[in-house]
């Protein structure tokens, strides 16, 4: 791993248990075992690490949109709920700075953080917008149903934990299949015939 790809996975990890603001250059730099002045010629700043934990972490779940299969809204709905869990299991830290902790960007690096969350909300709603327009998905609004399936995913980053009672491809697969009931498609018909 090279020095700023270790600073970077340190960062996460401390800005994700500590908070952004509790965590303080020295700690970080304690942490790597590196003198302070040492840090900084890797690193302009601690606001600039938190942007690109942010950017890491959004580009892993941008990658998930671009993985999806085309074709069925069914399968590439399970695929974006795998995905998104994956990445929430592998990248824990980095997920919960994209998800917490980047509202302390200050401008404009805090809009560069925001338009890369709204890339990837937009992708989810154009996998469900998809969905209603093949009849598939029967949602009377699909910007709701996005803030909805966005919601139960993103939160399962306070809970989730590798050890716990369900594998990761058995919680995608019951998530996949409650979201896929709260957007109209029943058991046994992925176009929610009965």
Do not use: C
Not at 3 to 16: N, P, Q
Not at 105 to 114: F, G, I, T, W
Not at 155 to 182: D, F, I, K, N, V
Request: proline letters at 4%; zero cysteines; hydrophobic letters at 45%.
């Amino acid at each position: 791993m090279e020095r700023r790809d270790e600073i970077l996975h340190v960062a996460g990890h401390l800005f994700s248990q500590r908070g952004y603001h509790a965590t303080s250059m020295r700690e970080l730099a304690r942490h790597l075992n590196l003198q302070g002045g040492s840090l900084y010629a890797h690193i302009a700043s601690k606001e600039e690490l938190l942007l690109e934990v942010v950017r890491q972490a959004a580009a892993r779940f941008l990658g998930v949109l671009e993985a999806l299969p085309p074709g069925d809204p069914v399968a590439r709905l399970r695929a974006l709920v795998r995905g998104h869990l994956g990445v929430i299991a592998q990248e824990l830290p980095r997920a919960t700075v994209f998800f917490h902790e980047w509202k302390h960007l200050s401008p404009p690096l805090l809009e560069e953080a925001k338009a890369l969350r709204r890339r990837y909300e937009e992708g989810v709603q154009a996998v469900i917008q998809e969905g209603v327009e093949k009849g598939v998905f029967r949602v009377e609004n699909v910007r709701l149903a996005t803030l909805f399936v966005l919601s139960a995913l993103n939160w399962t980053y306070q809970w989730y934990r590798p050890e716990g009672a369900l594998s990761l491809e058995e919680l995608s697969e019951m998530y996949a299949g409650l979201l896929l009931r709260a957007l109209g498609v029943q058991e046994g018909g992925q176009d929610g015939a009965a």
